[in-house]
């Protein structure tokens, strides 16, 4: 038989999981792939938002929910379950600030986190904002996108997706894509005709994430 490492679950780290396991029923979805062989057997760990004040709290890129993610969450996953113990094989993934928090793990954990899937990533985010501040108009280089410009190159593969109608999120999203190409990272990007919006989400996740564990098709 294939050797023990080979049997281990690729992970998915996604936040929002409340929604996506809720109203969005992505177990649905990913349970069917499966079944056809289109995705390999899989592991979800999704943590919930709880609330928006949580959320807000939460998400964006803060360090410490990368280390509950990377230090808390995986371990005791890993004690339960047989997890691939691969970055390239550990996909961390959200939508609006939880793609900043998907950015934020693989910047500062990429030995932990080697794939990151940032759908629509709320790019004016920068610390310092008061949670639940109302987005503010983002003029010159989003943060995170300087940061990574004048960061060394992590070992990292990014995915990124953004809807043609979210404004100045579109030219945030090709300028965090370019800076990522620039700097030699293993990047790609699709934009899909919608918002912010799980319904598009949903389709684009999916088919990254087919994309990204079958890298031999």
């Known amino acids: 038989g294939p050797p023990q490492a080979a049997r281990r679950l690729p992970v998915l780290v996604l936040a929002d999981g409340d929604m996506w396991f809720g109203r969005v029923a992505l177990q649905h979805t990913l349970d069917a792939l499966i079944a056809e062989g289109t995705l390999p ?8 938002a709880v609330d928006r004040a949580t959320r807000a709290r939460e998400l964006g890129a803060h360090d410490a929910f990368v280390e509950f993610l990377a230090d808390e969450l995986l371990p005791w996953a890993t004690a339960r379950w047989p997890l691939a113990d691969d970055p390239a094989r550990t996909i961390v993934a959200g939508q609006g600030l939880g793609a900043m928090a998907a950015l934020h ?32 108009q983002v003029f010159g280089v989003p943060w995170l996108v300087d940061r990574f410009a004048n960061a060394a190159p992590r070992p990292l ?27 030699r990272y293993r990047v790609t990007r699709g934009e899909f005709n919608g918002g912010h919006d799980y319904a598009c989400w949903r389709v684009a996740l999916v088919d990254a994430l087919v994309r990204l564990l079958n890298p031999d098709a």
């Open 105 to 136: 793990a693989g910047y500062l954990r990429p030995d932990t986190f080697g794939t990151v899937v940032a759908q629509s990533p709320s790019l004016w985010w920068r610390p310092g904002l008061p949670p639940g501040a109302p987005r503010e």
């Open 157 to 183: 593969t990014v995915h990124l997706d953004v809807g043609l109608h979210e404004g100045a999120g579109v030219e945030h999203c090709r300028a965090l894509y370019d800076t990522l190409h620039s700097a």
């Open 41 to 48: 057997p899989l592991a979800v760990l999704a943590p919930d």
